[in-house]
């Protein structure tokens, strides 16, 4: 009765610090649980690959488990403040803890795995679906009575809901930008996790300040949210411990290197056996076998060629396959087009990388471009005497676009006509039917393809394809000093047992991306 006979200035002053403070809270709320929920799609997507499914569910988990909580918040109908800040300590500490967590149970089974992920997606989702409908109630209850000039009111059900939901959007904007492009880069997923952590105490910390009045066992409270915050601070402050000792049970060498990049999580390991290189949890290259593999990927097509001057290498980061590509005298310039600015400079700098890959990251003949490599090639012109495509399998949409017809064309575009390319192909043996559709893919686009295999230990039986506009022969020779080919052995190369025969296969297309599902089959019966 008292406010209502201050003037509308006076009215307005004295409800503008809880309304700041709660529609502030919103925003951080907002942008704490978009966190959350991008990490727990970032590390599945690391962990258990395909990261559209990955993302796809996970992102689906976390909107149900929203809406359970939003359902929930009805039956909270008294000492709203006080359940208020208990969840945002609970979300604080679930979800900020969550990457941790994630990270420590990744040498779990992938059953187990993907229970205890799902698990923690609906626990956090369900108690940021309490959050804003609580808000919304507190706010109501503490801007009621407040008139403007006219009389009406001026922070009715419409008001509330519509200023709500715009903090709301706001944070979840802030974070879809800084996610990627910051946080993950600069402080990885584990501090990110915990500093947001950090900020959903903050608001209890806040809750209990401005509502200490209203609050009982204001000290129990208090007691909770020093737990809660010592608890987060000891995780941030020990993230690169948590992560080491996780990578170690995981990867069972000692880690040499993680980094969660802009596009990927690259760890490097070294053991008595040799150094290892994992993208997203998959193995690119074991030091002991490595150069099977790459003098597989490279030579056919080099030799073939017989005087190459232009190279263009698409991926390959590692500088493996520059290698390679550099023993032949007649190299004049090779491009590297490779996305992930980190690992052309790891590779680069790396005193042991370097020796791996004998400094050819460093050779004046090299140009290094960090771009997409399907843009590169749409953007620019020139032609190549031979393209060594040596791209991750396709786990995912964003790598399977790489395989496709349209990608192909592209290939076709830059390379001379009398000029080879080369494309890892992945197993002909284990992912027969992938391997095939990558061949039925390439000559959808107008080239002919030659495709071999070759033995490596730590992969098994791999395959890769050659494409050429002319018909493919044998090399009578190969550069001294290889380890693993002889122009004798090459033959055997291109012979084909009845397992691993040519099967009829669908055109991997931009507009179905059949590969990907393809591949995700075939590799998953051998995990199971």
Known sequence: MVDALKPPEEARASVRPAEVALLASVFVVAACGLVYELAAGTL???LLGDSILQFSTVIGTYLFAMGVG?????FFERQLIAHFLRIELLVGLVGGLMPAALFALQSLSSPSFRFALYAMVLLVGILVGLEIPLVMRILKRQLRGQRSNSGEARHDLKNIVSQVLTFDYLGALAVSIA??????????????????????????????????????RIGAHAIACALVIAALLAAFVGADRVTTWAEDRFYADTVLFSESTKYQRVVVTASPQGVRLFLN?????????????HEALVHPAMAAHGAPKRVLVLGGGDGMAVREVLKYASVEHVTLVELDPRMTQLFSTQPLLRQLNR?????????????????????NAGSYDVIVVDFPDPTNFSIGKLYTASFYRLIDQHVSASGYAVVQTTSP???RKSFWTVATTIEAAGLTTTPYHAHVPSFGEWGFILASRRPYRLPTTLPAGLRFL????????????????????EVNRLSNQVLVQTFEEEWGKVHQ
């Open 70 to 74: 939003s359902y929930l918040s009805r």
């Open 179 to 216: 996610f990627p492009l910051l946080l993950v880069p600069q402080l990885g997923l584990i501090r990110t996790g915990a500093f947001f952590g950090l900020l959903n105490a903050a608001v209890a910390v806040w809750a209990l300040w401005l509502f200490r009045g209203e609050l009982r």
């Open 44 to 46: 599945a997507s690391y």
């Open 486 to 505: 002889s122009p004798a052995d090459l033959p055997t190369l291109f012979n084909f047992p009845l397992d691993m025969a040519r099967v009829p296969t």
């Open 429 to 431: 043996l284990i992912a």
């Open 359 to 379: 400094d050819a990251l460093l050779s004046p003949k090299l140009k290094i471009v960090n771009a997409d490599a399907f843009a590169w090639l749409e953007q």
């Open 281 to 293: 949890g998959n193995l690119q290259f074991h030091s002991r076998d490595e150069y099977r593999y």
